[in-house]
């Protein structure tokens, strides 16, 4: 049974978000805030008082335009503190998701809030909640991607390779693909650790995806399930070593 806060400086917004989660038969309390300082106020409190205090709080459903400090502003306050409680954020404007991913947020639900997407983002944090030893959303384990206004996070785990769209990426998994607003070499940086490889200047690939390595008159393909992929003459020899590494293991 999750203890929530609700923070919005939109009295209608507030009271609407609070009527939804208190019918929410996983939330055992929903209180709210009409600001950021209100609401580290009693997050600082909640915190000092410990996990079994009354005032204790699991989530905070958190508004990002807000006068004065922002959603953002706060995630990033709370993560400054020992344990502090789990962050969805819920907001008008997609384009903050790359920045709520990068601030360990469960959940990123867009206004105006359906029922449906809050009882999803509500099961996600009851299941983390639920199992204090697993990790709290660790930004390295998913990425954000749209889907028809609504936010949801892929782990990168399940991503084959990526694909160069101008400043965008496009990400290819065994279900589909999705379009996020990041380049590819900020992708190549952030995924190195992970296993993954630029082969062109088109493409970054993870290594355990590859299927073939192919070689037809000088020039290297790699096969990723149905796609076949060029590999660029610069890049040629290094992939070639490191899969012969991998493969030596």
């Known amino acids: 049974m999750l203890r929530v806060l609700a923070v919005d400086d939109e009295p209608p917004a507030l009271e609407e978000l609070l009527y939804l989660l208190r019918a929410d038969p996983r939330v055992r309390s929903a209180e709210g805030a009409t600001g950021a300082t209100e609401a580290l106020r009693r997050i600082g409190g909640a915190v000092d008082a410990g996990p079994d205090d009354p005032s204790a709080i699991d989530v905070v459903f958190l508004d990002i335009h807000m006068a004065g400090l922002t959603g953002l502003d706060v995630a990033q306050l709370l993560a400054g503190f020992a344990a502090p409680p789990l962050i969805v954020f819920v907001t008008a404007h997609e384009g903050f ?42 930004a390295g384990d998913q990425i954000p991607v749209e889907l028809g206004g609504v936010i949801r996070f892929v782990p990168i785990d399940e991503i084959a390779y990526a694909e160069a769209q101008g400043d965008y990426a496009r990400l290819h998994t065994a279900t589909g693909s999705h379009l996020v607003r990041i380049p590819l070499t900020t992708l190549e940086e952030r995924w190195r650790s992970r296993g993954f490889v630029r082969i062109h200047r088109r493409h970054l690939v993870a290594l355990g995806r590859i299927d073939e390595l192919r070689l037809d008159a000088g020039s290297m393909s790699v096969r990723i399930g149905q796609a076949e992929l060029a590999v660029s003459r610069r890049h040629t020899r290094a992939l070639r070593d490191l899969l012969m590494r991998q493969g030596g293991r």
């Open 97 to 138: 998701a790359l920045q709520a991913f990068d601030l360990k947020a469960v959940d990123y639900v867009l206004k105006p809030v359906r029922r449906e997407r809050l009882a999803e983002a509500v099961r996600r944090v009851a299941e983390q909640v639920g199992d204090r030893s697993a990790p709290v959303h660790d």
